[in-house]
């Protein structure tokens, strides 16, 4: 018969590789929902240009319990990666594009923490496809 595995204990929820985990229930403040690490910070902020632009978007903060770099948005017809801008700072962020049916575009905490986007206004985003 086959061979049992006798499972682990690890301490903190499983991830994968880069991607952050979800933040902890006792969170409160915008910096314990945001459990991206500095690194992934800076290197979602690398591409600032490239890609083919979708659209504009009026875009309002997504579900803060979601940790990554994501837009869910009518723009995207796929899952895909992508770029955001906001004008209004000039910054960039590469993000997960996912693509939604509602009308309206949700973005995560992390990225519009790196865009430095108001996390309670309604920020105009330049979205791209790569």
Do not use: C, H, N
Not at 21 to 41: H, K, L, N, W
Not at 60 to 85: C, M, Y
């Amino acid at each position: 018969m086959g061979m049992q595995v006798e499972p682990v204990p690890v301490d903190g929820p499983a991830t994968a590789p880069g991607v952050p985990p979800p933040p902890p229930p006792t969170a409160r403040s915008v910096e314990d929902f945001d459990t991206t690490t500095d690194a992934q910070r800076v290197a979602a902020a690398s591409p600032t240009t490239g890609g083919t632009l979708l659209g504009t978007t009026v875009a309002s903060l997504g579900d803060a319990t979601e940790p990554g770099f994501w837009i869910r948005t009518p723009l995207a017809k796929a899952v895909g990666t992508g770029r955001l801008v906001y004008p209004a700072t000039g910054k960039s962020v590469e993000v997960e594009l996912r693509p939604t049916e509602s009308g309206s575009s949700r973005v995560s905490l992390a990225a519009l923490r790196v865009l430095q986007a108001p996390l309670t206004g309604l920020p105009m985003l330049e979205v791209y496809a790569k």
